[in-house]
């Protein structure tokens, strides 16, 4: 009967993942690793490995080998990674560069030297060049300048994804690479120096309600446009193209919704209830003008995003406020 129902999946395309099997999620404290476990919780994977920074340093290749010697995962997803909003990526690049390369170096080489049946590698989309044409499809990687804002991160993703190439052509792997557009949600940093866009107004927005301020300071113009998309979508997104039998190796995952960060901010300030000014601060970037993903690949097996935007910024205010009561 089992090997009945396996057969007729794979002829619709679907190669299901074993819920017995073990799989580590790399990164499993951030807002995508923590939204990647809450989604295999939910799709009842019995055997999900996570170590905290404490417990494992992704950076040390000695330390990965042991990891992955000792507990042999079936499936890995390498939500791992340094990331930041716009201030930290341009304060930052050497570290950026650095602790990026490395943690890629050592989970996918340690993965592919225990036999991992499967790779799902997190990049993002500031990889593609700053002028190419939009929505960005997954050709366009490597036709042109990146955005300095974020130059030395996107290399290094960049340098992830055709890693995992490079093995599926050497070694004959199954790795794939998805590349999200600007993610939200529980689980966000909301640190107003190294936090992106939305979490950041939220915090900005929601302190200077009950603290009674007159207005809210935005960085830069106000005028880029950003494509935002809630980590479950992508978490869902992510579970979905694993167990998708395809020959494609790179996947843009979005909304395909554009909207400024003005009205951002507006949608923001309605969110949190706050009624008082909005006030634009230009010494800060503005970074790339616009960047929307195409994600009409992944569409095309028959996913699609469920979350809308005010809907997803209400259900992480809430979560905020918890954890900021909390503190
Ligand atoms: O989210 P964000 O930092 O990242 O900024 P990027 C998006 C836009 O929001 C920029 C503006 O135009 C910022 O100037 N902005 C306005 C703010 N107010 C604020 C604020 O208080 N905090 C922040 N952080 N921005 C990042 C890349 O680019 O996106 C990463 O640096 C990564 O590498 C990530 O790709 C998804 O969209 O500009």
Wanted: charged share 25%.
């Amino acid at each position: 009967m089992k090997r009945k129902i396996l057969l007729a999946e794979r002829q619709e395309g679907i190669c299901p993942l074993d819920r017995q099997r073990k799989i580590y999620v790399a990164g499993h404290r951030g807002l995508v690793g923590s939204g990647l476990v809450r989604r295999l919780e939910k799709e009842g994977f019995s055997h999900i490995l996570t170590r905290t920074h404490q417990e494992l340093d992704l950076t040390r290749q000695k330390e990965v080998e042991e990891f992955f010697g000792a507990e042999r995962p079936d499936y890995v997803i390498l939500a791992a990674a340094r990331v930041g909003g716009i201030g930290a990526n341009s304060a930052y690049p050497a570290d950026f560069i650095m602790e990026n390369l490395q943690i890629q170096c050592n989970v996918i080489d340690a993965a592919f030297k225990s036999k991992v049946k499967k790779l799902l590698f997190l990049g993002s989309s500031c990889i593609y060049p700053r002028e190419c044409p939009q929505p960005i499809r997954e050709e366009s990687l490597l036709c042109g300048p990146l955005e300095q804002t974020n130059e030395a991160y996107a290399l290094a993703k960049i340098a992830g994804l055709r890693m995992c190439s490079y093995y599926n052509r050497q070694y004959g792997t199954d790795y794939i690479s998805v590349m999200p557009c600007n993610l939200y949600g529980p689980g966000d940093n909301f640190d107003l120096e190294s936090s992106h866009v939305l979490p950041a107004l939220l915090r900005k927005f929601h302190e200077a309600k009950v603290q009674g301020n007159p207005s809210v300071t935005v960085w830069g113009s106000g005028k880029p446009l950003r494509e935002f998309m809630h980590v479950d979508d992508l978490a869902e997104a992510c579970l979905f193209l694993m167990e998708r039998c395809q020959k494609e190796e790179v996947f843009n995952v979005g909304t395909g919704r554009e909207i400024s960060i003005w009205d951002l901010a507006q949608l923001i300030g309605k969110v949190t209830g706050f009624s008082g000014e909005i006030c634009l601060d230009n010494s800060h970037p503005d970074g790339t003008v616009r960047k929307v993903v195409d994600s009409s690949r992944i569409r095309a097996l028959g996913w699609e995003p469920k979350i809308d935007l005010e809907a997803g910024i209400r259900n992480t205010y809430a979560w905020f406020l918890e954890c900021y009561k909390k503190e």
